[in-house]
T-cell receptor
Framework: AQTVTQSQPEMSVQEAETVTLSCTYDTSESDYYLFWYKQPPSRQMILVIRQEAYKQQNATENRFSVNFQKAAKSFSLKISDSQLGDAAMYFCAYRSPRDDKIIFGKGTRLHILP | EPEVTQTPSHQVTQMGQEVILRCVPI?????FYWYRQILGQKVEFLVS????????KSEIFDDQFSVERPDGSNFTLKIRSTKLEDSAMYFC??????????????FGDGTRLSIL
């Protein structure tokens, strides 16, 4: 069974600095999708970024980028130029192309220090 | 930007009572999902729904749970006889595409269900 592990329950970063959130996963599949979702205090989970496993190039979305290491089964999220609005719970997630379900990690709560 | 909306935001129910959680998915989406998050734990998949039937469900989704799309816009999760351990945040999600596509699932704000 696939699992997603986020080893950092909480992190803090100074505003305008860069922070990296870690995520590892376990799977026997070669093709899959990986996601980072953000859940601000208003509660709605928002998709931040996604990566297809067959793509070697790391996905980027403005200030958000990932470091996808397929062999190591690692999928970290880098947030550059952190802003107060980035404060949220961040979930790393996995989905098989064969399944409907998304498998989530436990989340990392990110605090932005002014 | 279109959103998934869920009502109510907070539901308090006596143990043993039935509860219905409501969701309005994004209008052109065809695939619908329910997840739950018990306090301090991971978000867990419950069920997916397509073409008026369940397409996948987890072992959590037992006979106490049911889902329905009663009209063209709502998607509901019913818990027949609630238990204390059903207390959780319940998230609805919808997507345009299905398993082999890269269409993301869009989540609602969630309904916090508290069982007394």
């Amino acid at each position: 069974a696939q699992t997603v592990t986020q080893s950092q329950p909480e992190m803090s970063v100074q505003e305008a600095e860069t922070v990296t959130l870690s995520c590892t996963y376990d799977t026997s599949e070669s093709d899959y999708y990986l996601f980072w979702y953000k859940q601000p205090p208003s509660r709605q989970m928002i998709l931040v970024i996604r990566q297809e496993a067959y793509k070697q190039q790391n996905a980027t979305e403005n200030r958000f980028s990932v470091n996808f290491q397929k062999a190591a089964k690692s999928f970290s999220l880098k947030i550059s130029d952190s802003q107060l609005g980035d404060a949220a719970m961040y979930f790393c997630a996995y989905r098989s192309p064969r399944d409907d379900k998304i498998i989530f990690g436990k989340g990392t709560r990110l605090h932005i220090l002014p | 930007e279109p959103e998934v909306t869920q009502t109510p935001s907070h539901q308090v129910t006596q143990m043993g009572q039935e509860v219905i959680l409501r969701c309005v998915p994004i209008s052109n989406h065809l695939y619908f999902y329910w997840y739950r998050q018990i306090l301090g734990q991971k978000v867990e998949f419950l069920v997916s729904f397509y073409n008026n039937e369940i397409s996948e469900k987890s072992e959590i989704f037992d006979d106490q749970f049911s889902v329905e799309r009663p009209d063209g816009s709502n998607f509901t999760l019913k818990i027949r006889s609630t238990k204390l351990e059903d207390s959780a945040m319940y998230f609805c999600a919808s997507s345009e595409g299905h398993t082999d596509s890269n269409q993301p699932q869009h989540f609602g704000d969630g309904t916090r269900l508290s069982i007394l």
